[in-house]
């Protein structure tokens, strides 16, 4: 008890040091840093709050303050240094309005729709944003460290959970290919005719589905399955031809040489064949791609029944959905994946993967469109669904759960993005979409640094990002048309839960 | 004679190709580009695109055969076209290039889960520009990041 008082002590005091940092040269530097929110490279390296990757019971994150507030979150920091009605000290000094030099290079050629910069679209797309803020108050400005350290810990697991996804995908391809390897070419044939008489029994059984899988994961499988089922076709057209032609079958060896840090493709026997599934290598990217996840489909279906049955136990990625069938009963079939969350439900998914699941296209499809998104953004602003678009109701009632995850963030207003914010990007007339994951921004350039998954399942780049096509110096600069910023609650709620305070929670999909 | 046949051939290949899209049965894979004519490329992707194979995801053996594209279309969402009708190519160049409409009747803008928005201009004309590269034609513009999925309603639900 004595013990705990002198700790407390300790941080009450240690936490009146803030103010007094902030009036030292080197502190008001460090500290204006946080409080004006400038991107990582202005942030000093010698960070005093640093996210300990613990959370407290709401859910909150404990922060380190430079070692003398560890073991508190910074809510409670603030509350310790600013006790609620207590006059806060003003500090000086600042934004500058240090101007920097805007690199005219920035990548924003695939933000650019036909006519977007012409289009004039909610929210308030003209709204000039001023380049130079004025400072708020520390108190304040404590826990907008706390939303930046929430924000870099989504971004460190979104990519986790990238990378998870796309590890897992390599190895169901190793797993599956295994079984492919010292095959004759003969044997291979009939496992190709195999293949295809499976897929189209799984594409029956999916187009017959009335329950079991929502319809976007129905339509999207059903071409998946179609597209390995032809390939599947192709591949046995191929030896065939081989065959009757009376030639030699040409049997090389798909595992001969093969350049670094690419993989074998045990499916490309002949030139032909590896034309058909991609080529005789693949790149990481490749297998856990579209062209590997059709290639997986292919390889499974091929299996025979009982080695089909010894190698579902090892695949990571893959369900076992049970379909109400049209004509009576249900079935269940496996489905591989690249990672898609299943079965419809947004809540009780862990937040982090929640997130990671709305950035790559290929997961928005069968998730939350930007179309959704878009709309979430205009419901947590207005609270009122926008009509259009026209959802379906069981759909609306779905989103108006998810929405409970975000806050919405009106940049057009003068709000500020943050590390970690989502940057939806979306026009209501245009089936451009693309959603990224902030991890920098620099209100004076009005440039931020995003991550951007759109390009292939499991890999993520980094790019830079204007929000303005004004150069600097201009006096007004207007953000462009399009852009929705949603940013995850830092505790449970209805569309996702935080994995420490997840109770039951059941994780699919990308994590998985 | 001679004239008339080609006249008739034209129309056909026309009706035929209106008569593509309406079709339920999927339009196969191909990963060889074997057609000697734009028009049959563009064929083959609109009615690829019609079964919502863009959408869902362009296998790479299919870009690298018709298309000319760095990567493959990443949109989540789609418009949904009542009918297409690809009309005649227009040969340029050296016989090399090849610019191709294709109209579109539009009746909404959506996604896979049934959202639906309405569209307006309801009538969208596309026009494809080939490029004989290697003895083949493939697609030059749009451009892959350009490109959004029209599926056509009916084929894909």
Known sequence: MRNARIKSFLLIAGAALIPLLALTEVGLMTTRSYLIGLTDQQVPTNTPAKFNGKRDEQGNPILELGGKFQGMTIAAAANEVFPPGEKKPEITGGATGEQQECDQNIDFSDLNAPG????????????????????????????????????????????????????????????????????????????????????????????????????????????????????????????????????????NSPFGQFLKGQLPNPLARTRELAEVFGGKTLTPTQAAGPEGLSNRYVMFAGLPPQQKEQTLSKLKLVELPQLAQRAGGAKTIPLLHNGYYLGGGATSVDCSSFVSSLLPADARKTRYTTLDLMAIWKYRRQGVFPDPPRFEPKRLELLKKAADAFNAV????????????????????????????????????????????????????????????DPPGTPERFVRPGLHVLRLKTASNQGCRYKDSAQGAGKKGAGK | MRPLTRVLTGAGLLVALFASGSLTEHERLRIRNTFQRPEEVVSYYCSRDASGFVWSGLLEAERKAFTLWEDIPQQDTFFVASKYEIQPPQLSGRGDEAQIQVRYRLVALGDAHGTRMPVHPEDRTITYVLKKVSGAWKIAQPGWKDVAPIVLEGKFQ
């Open chain 1, 410 to 469: 009106d940049i057009y207003s003068g709000e500020r993005l943050a590390v970690g914010d989502l940057l939806v990007y979306r026009h209501s007339l245009d089936p451009s979409g693309h959603v990224f994951m902030v991890t920098a921004y620099n209100p004076v350039s009005m440039r931020a640094s995003v991550l951007d998954a759109s390009q292939t399942a499991g890999t993520i780049r980094e790019k830079e990002l204007a929000l303005t096509a």
């Open chain 1, 116 to 251: 977007s910069s012409a289009r004039v679209l909610s929210p308030n797309p003209t709204t000039p944003v001023a380049t130079s803020p004025a400072l708020p108050s520390p108190g304040r400005e404590v826990s907008k460290i706390a939303d930046e350290a929430h924000g870099i810990e989504l971004i460190d697991q979104g990519r986790a959970a990238r990378r998870a996804v796309a590890d897992a995908a390599l190895s169901d391809y190793q797993t599956l290919g295994q079984s492919y390897m010292n095959l004759p070419l003969e044997g291979f044939g009939e496992r190709m005719q195999q293949a295809v008489q499976g897929l189209t029994d799984s594409y029956e059984t999916l187009s017959a589905a009335t329950a079991g899988i929502e319809n976007a994961e129905k339509m999207r499988f059903r071409n998946v399955v179609l597209n390995a089922r032809d390939k599947a076709e192709l591949a046995a057209q191929s030896i065939e031809r081989e065959r009757r032609s009376e030639q030699t079958l040409e049997a």
